[in-house]
């Protein structure tokens, strides 16, 4: 069994969105169009995403106009996209919409997975769900040298010192890559 990873960019105070859901601010800072070697996940097999971040990329990409995109980034992974509304699904993608808690799908997420890792793409909360359940195994954050006014926090609740174990720290361009293990179970 894989482990199920929360791998976000951030500013460095915090946001992994402006207050418009957007993620222009990141795109701006050097290498952040087309990250460094090792600022994603290894061994990925499915992907989860809220419906805030599914939508961003849909429209910041056209995917819907250009279903050839989806793969650029999500590949033939199955995607498993929590929301309580009926989203488009762009042509030739393998995504699987689920409402609910993140404990009512686990066990189909983990399938999909088979022996491979489970990345959350976002958002924050969605990954907050996973860490309240004992579910999230790791946390990787590549901090921009950006800090916003606003918008959608890493992670909304309170996350002490203890349930975190810091794995490794470099730069990666103008990046700086955290790793922690999450140890609260």
């Known amino acids: 069994m894989g482990k199920i990873i929360f791998d976000t960019a ?3 105070n915090g946001f992994i969105a402006d ?8 795109f701006a800072v050097e290498g952040g169009e087309q990250p460094d070697e090792g600022l994603f996940p290894e061994d990925v097999t499915v992907m989860v995403e809220g419906s805030t971040t599914y939508e961003w990329i849909l ?10 995109k ?6 033939s992974r199955p995607t498993f996209l929590f929301t309580t509304r009926n989203l488009p699904i762009p042509d030739g993608a393998d995504v699987r919409i689920v409402a609910g808690p993140v404990t009512d799908h686990i066990d189909a997420i ?3 997975a088979g022996d491979g890792n489970i990345w959350v793409v976002g958002g924050g909360d969605l990954a907050g769900q996973f860490l309240d359940t004992g579910l999230l195994d790791e946390l990787a954050i590549s901090v921009a040298p950006v800090a916003l006014t606003g918008g959608a926090p890493l992670l909304p609740r309170r996350v002490e010192s203890d349930w ?5 720290a470099q730069a990666h361009g103008q990046f700086a890559r955290l790793v922690y293990e999450v140890r609260r179970g």
Request: aromatic share 8%; hydrophobic share 40%; net charge negative.
């Open 59 to 68: 429209e910041h990409e056209d995917i819907l106009a250009h279903p050839e």
């Open 10 to 12: 951030t500013s460095i």
């Open 110 to 112: 983990r399938a999909a």
């Open 70 to 75: 989806w793969q650029g980034f999500h590949g």
């Open 19 to 26: 207050e418009h859901n957007s993620l222009d601010w990141l």
């Open 164 to 168: 975190l174990r810091l794995m490794s």
